[in-house]
């Protein structure tokens, strides 16, 4: 790290420099290199910095997310990493090694037309992984909820179980939301003439990873509809799933009465027509049987039972 701005000497020459969970020593090196401000460094090694671009004298500092969808959980992973990006080089910051390095790198290799463009080629391509990383996340969250639909109309699952799964993606969308709508901020000011970071050359790629950050954008916002359309749907299904279970309770308790109510005639300790005779049992066991019978056959003509 001692030795970058060596190698900034040689006029055709750019550096990137990646550091993960860097000491303190290691950052003021690096600073002290390039002439990174004390602010952006505390900022590089700050937890839940929120997705930005700022710029200081001599350099701009980067702050994005890479992400991905646990496909069993419905939990959103996250990656935080940091980028300083002088004239001349670029300096990615990640605290932990879930960020893909490796992917990054195959990124760069597979395309080295346009290398000659220096930072913006380099940059350019750490935004690309990211923007796609989000829309690969969007396009898993969109499936899961789909899921989540047909899980809806599944009287099977029970209804704990989906509450739980339902509240997962709810979160995970929220996170969602938070880091993926800020880059379209950071692309656009990217593309800004006056900061002289994007050749004209590079800007039908930068204005690509543009159209994917609206993508993703508007994908996201349409999901969050969703979810609250399935939300909704799943308490008018608790509704209409509640009221069924009341007709039919209802209905059986209408049925029990009947009987109760012969019974309990036949039953008072005072003569009555066919007391103490054979025919009056027969004719309150008729009563019983027909008025059930009847009550049952009313009840599920009207889709009560």
């Known amino acids: 790290m ?30 002290d290199e390039l002439g990174l401000e004390a ?3 505390e900022d590089a090694v700050s937890r839940h910095e929120r997705a930005k671009l700022d710029r200081y004298p001599g350099h701009l500092f980067l702050n994005a997310y890479d992400v991905r969808l ?10 935080e990493v940091s ?28 395309d080295q037309r346009l290398a000659g463009h220096g930072v913006a080629y380099l940059l350019h391509g750490l935004l690309d992984m990211v923007v796609d990383r989000h829309f690969a996340a969007v396009q898993d969250m969109d499936g899961k909820l789909e899921d989540l639909e047909d ?41 800004r003439r006056d900061l002289d970071i994007v050749p004209e050359a590079m800007a039908p790629f930068y204005q690509d ?11 996201t916002e349409s999901l969050r509809d969703l979810v609250t359309t399935i939300q909704e749907t799943r308490i008018a299904l608790q509704g209409n799933r509640l009221n069924e279970v009341m007709k039919k309770v209802t209905s059986w ?15 008072m300790n005072v003569p009555y027509p ?7 049992v027969l004719t309150s066991v008729v009563v019983l049987i027909v008025t059930g019978v009847g009550l049952w056959v009313v009840f599920k003509r009207r889709d009560w039972l």
Request: aromatic share 10%.
């Open 2 to 31: 001692a030795q970058i701005s060596d190698y900034l000497d040689e006029s055709d020459t750019m550096v990137w420099l990646d550091l993960c969970a860097p000491q303190q020593d290691e950052l003021r090196t690096v600073s």
């Open 39 to 41: 602010l952006a460094i």
């Open 70 to 79: 646990d496909s069993g959980s419905g939990r959103l992973l996250t990656s």
């Open 83 to 110: 980028a300083f990006v002088t004239e001349r080089a670029v300096v990615t910051v990640r605290q932990d090694p879930d960020f893909d390095v490796d992917e990054l790198t195959r990124r760069w290799d597979a």
């Open 151 to 191: 899980l809806l109309f599944d009287e099977r699952t029970p209804d704990r179980t989906m509450q739980r799964y339902s509240f997962q993606l709810r979160k995970s969308l929220v996170l969602l939301r938070r880091v993926v709508l800020p880059m379209r901020e950071i692309v656009n000011t990217l593309m």
């Open 209 to 219: 990873v543009y159209d994917h950050v609206l993508r993703a954008t508007e994908w």
């Open 253 to 267: 308790a209408a049925i029990i009465a009947v009987p109760t109510a012969v019974t309990g005639f036949y039953g």
């Open 274 to 280: 066919g007391f103490d005779q054979e025919w009056g």
